[in-house]
Each structure stands twice: as C-alpha cells, then as structure tokens.
C-alpha cells in the first residue's frame, strides 16, 4: 500500500508564438515554459487491491468521474502497462486557479501518473509516461520533466533552458475563463501579429535579465483573443493602468503574470488586490 501526498506546481509561459498548423488541426507552437512554486495537493492512498478510482476535491464544480484528468490518467496507465487496477482514492485540493492557462490540470495529471509509475516500481521509464500523458494533455509531458524548457510542437518537445531569473512572480486570474477555440480560430482574422523573441527570452533567463525577458515577450493568442474578448480587453486596460508592472498573459489565458522584485511587499500586492476586485492575485517564484 502506498499514502503519499503529491504537490503539483503550476507553469507560466513567457512567450507563445503560434507557427503553424498539423493536418490534425493541432497548432504548432514555439514558447517557453517555466514551472512556479503555487501548487495543487494530492492525497493519494493506492491499496494492493484490484478496485477502482475514487475522487475527492474541495471544488464543487469540479467533476470527479471520467471526466475528471486524474481517471484518464488511471485508465491510461492501467492499459498501457496491462497490470490489474488498483483500488485507489484521491483527494485534490486546488489551489491553481482553472481555465487560466497555468497548466494545473496538466499538472495534476502528471503528478499522478508518476505516483502510478512509483507504485507499480518504475514500470515505465520517463518517456514512455510522457507518451501516455501527451495523448491525454498537450502540457503533461513537460510536467513529467517540470524543468524550464523551450517548448516546441503541440507542446511536447522539449529543449531545456536554464532559469536564473531573481524575481517574484505576480499571477492575477479573474474570475473569467476564455475559450481557447476562439483564440486560436481568431488567429486568421489578426492583420499582424507581434512575436515573441524566444532567443531574447531565453537569454534573459540565462543572464538574469528581466527586463531582456519583459521586453521578448508576446503572446499570439492573447492578441488573437483581444480581438474579440471585451473582458479580456477591459482587464489588460486596467492591468495596464499598473505602472510599475508590466503584465502577460499566460497560455491561452485568462490568467496575466508580471515579473517583479524579490522585495515586493505585501502591501503592494494588496493595493493590486484592492483595484482587481474580481481577481485572485497570488504571488510566487519559479522552481
């Protein structure tokens, strides 16, 4: 029998550009991404039991049965590897705000999957569990490896990059999802789009250059949203009113982050808290 309790970080993307499309109807995507320490917490109790898998979380909204990440994720594995299932129960405790582009439950998915394969004695190596999350989550096999990496693909080819930013990250999630089909389907109607300088990106990370880093970055699917989205556009109007930071968004949103100094107070995040009424607004650092 084995209890763990699994902390599943959160990621941000520091650039997303869009540069193509499969025949599948899978875009093709060139963006860093960059794991953060605000983490969801799994309570994972695995019997020697044949069985099945039961889910608990403290969001109400959220679905514990097929649709749910975690039961893919048992269903996968248990396939793949042809072993007999396990009677498992898993508490999730969130805490990374949904539909905000922060990987978390991609994250979750793959802090699971790798308890399973702990469980069963390593039963697969790493790339056959990034294999088994990727048809599951575009995010999951970069946390499986959950290191700093230039992610190209749908997502799943990963080149690591060195992180040595000193910084803080401030996460604003409003309590607004967007749908990611229509920032992709508006990517045809923008006349022009600003590209993210990956390489600048990438060397600002290395030298501990924020302001390099602040000003490479840009995301495609922001610009595709604002076309459309007037909450998305009434919230980057007010982030930008914050003259001290400069915020982006984060994957397909709805989530913004700015970097910020290791000596950002409390009070500073809660002025920031006073004028985004409608926000959750944490504050973090990388991994």
């Given at each position: 029998?084995?209890?763990?309790?699994v902390?599943?970080?959160?990621k941000i993307?520091?650039?997303?550009?869009?540069i193509?499309?499969?025949?599948?109807?899978?875009?093709?995507?060139?963006?860093?991404m960059?794991?953060?320490?605000?983490?969801?917490?799994?309570?994972?109790?695995?019997?020697?039991?044949?069985?099945?898998?039961k889910i608990?979380?403290?969001?109400?909204?959220?679905?514990?049965?097929?649709?749910?990440?975690l039961?893919?994720?048992?269903?996968?594995?248990?396939?793949?590897?042809?072993?007999?299932p396990?009677?498992?129960?898993?508490?999730?405790?969130?805490?990374?705000?949904?539909?905000?582009?922060?990987?978390?439950?991609?994250?979750?998915?793959?802090a699971?999957?790798?308890?399973l394969?702990?469980?069963?004695?390593d039963?697969?190596?790493k790339?056959?569990l990034?294999?088994?999350?990727?048809?599951?989550?575009?995010?999951?096999?970069?946390?499986?490896?959950?290191?700093?990496?230039?992610?190209?693909?749908?997502?799943?080819?990963?080149?690591?990059?060195e992180?040595?930013?000193?910084?803080?990250?401030?996460?604003?999630?409003?309590?607004?999802?967007?749908s990611t089909?229509?920032?992709?389907?508006?990517?045809?109607?923008?006349?022009?789009?600003?590209?993210?300088?990956?390489?600048?990106?990438?060397?600002?990370l290395?030298?501990?250059?924020?302001?390099k880093?602040?000003?490479?970055?840009?995301?495609h699917?922001?610009?595709?949203?604002?076309?459309?989205?007037?909450?998305?556009?009434?919230?980057?109007k007010t982030?930008?009113?914050?003259?001290?930071?400069?915020?982006?968004?984060?994957?397909?949103?709805?989530?913004?982050?700015a970097?910020?100094?290791?000596?950002?107070?409390?009070?500073?995040?809660?002025r920031?808290?006073?004028?985004?009424?409608?926000?959750?607004?944490?504050?973090?650092s990388?991994?």
């Amino acid at each position: 029998m084995l209890k763990e309790i699994v902390q599943a970080n959160a990621k941000i993307n520091i650039g997303l550009n869009v540069i193509g499309q499969l025949d599948n109807g899978y875009h093709i995507l060139d963006m860093i991404m960059a794991p953060i320490n605000l983490c969801d917490r799994l309570e994972i109790s695995i019997s020697d039991k044949s069985g099945t898998l039961k889910i608990n979380t403290n969001i109400h909204d959220i679905p514990t049965d097929h649709r749910n990440i975690l039961y893919k994720i048992y269903e996968a594995f248990y396939r793949k590897s042809a072993l007999e299932p396990r009677d498992i129960t898993v508490f999730l405790e969130k805490k990374i705000p949904h539909e905000a582009g922060l990987g978390g439950g991609s994250s979750d998915g793959a802090a699971f999957l790798k308890t399973l394969n702990k469980y069963h004695q390593d039963f697969f190596p790493k790339e056959t569990l990034s294999e088994i999350g990727l048809k599951i989550g575009a995010d999951i096999p970069f946390f499986i490896e959950n290191t700093c990496a230039r992610a190209g693909g749908i997502g799943e080819v990963l080149t690591p990059v060195e992180n040595n930013l000193s910084c803080k990250i401030i996460i604003v999630k409003p309590d607004f999802g967007v749908s990611t089909k229509t920032a992709y389907k508006n990517l045809t109607a923008l006349a022009f789009r600003r590209d993210a300088d990956i390489a600048s990106v990438i060397e600002g990370l290395r030298e501990n250059s924020a302001e390099k880093v602040i000003h490479s970055v840009e995301n495609h699917l922001e610009q595709a949203l604002l076309i459309t989205d007037s909450k998305i556009a009434t919230l980057k109007k007010t982030l930008e009113e914050w003259k001290d930071y400069r915020f982006f968004m984060s994957g397909s949103g709805s989530a913004y982050f700015a970097l910020v100094s290791e000596n950002t107070t409390e009070e500073q995040l809660q002025r920031l808290r006073n004028m985004l009424m409608n926000c959750e607004v944490f504050l973090c650092s990388f991994l």
